[in-house]
């Protein structure tokens, strides 16, 4: 059974940083274009990074261009996102999956809290 563990999440006040990891066990992940994915209360889930297999490839949401970063490293089948600048609206829990294809199994998710 494939999983999916996301973790970093927390409490940041406005401006603050955070980093989330999400690491799988799914063997395809070095081949595959992973992103982070947020769902904020009462929304639908929605693709905010994405990053190519190789990682030579980044797309952002445009409420978040500029202040956040996608990352990976193969070697661990992890994908890493660092969050700069944080702000009220990026409240939500945070997951990781594929985006093209065959999902993963969707993991816990990891919650950001942005609040003074």
Same mark, same amino acid.
């Given at each position: @059974? ?10 940041? @006040? ?9 690491? =799988?066990?799914? /063997?395809?992940?070095? /081949?595959?274009?992973?992103?982070? &994915?947020? @769902? ?7 693709? #905010?990074? *994405? /990053? ?7 797309? &952002? %949401? ?12 193969? %070697?661990?089948?992890? #994908? ?11 409240? %939500? ?6 985006? &093209? ?6 993991? @816990?998710? =990891? *919650?950001?809290? #942005?609040?003074?």
């Amino acid at each position: @059974q494939v999983q999916v563990a996301e973790s970093g999440g927390g409490l940041v @006040q406005p401006g603050g940083s955070l980093t989330l990891s999400c690491t =799988t066990s799914a /063997i395809s992940f070095s /081949i595959s274009t992973m992103g982070w &994915y947020w @769902q904020a209360p009462g929304k639908q889930r929605e693709l #905010v990074a *994405q /990053i190519s297999s190789s990682g030579g490839s980044t797309n &952002y %949401a445009d409420s978040v261009k500029g202040r956040f970063t996608i990352s990976r490293d193969n %070697a661990k089948n992890t #994908v890493y996102l660092q969050m700069n600048s944080l702000k009220p609206e990026d409240t %939500a829990v945070y997951y990781c999956n594929t985006v &093209y294809g065959l999902r993963l199994p969707w993991g @816990q998710g =990891t *919650q950001v809290t #942005v609040s003074s």
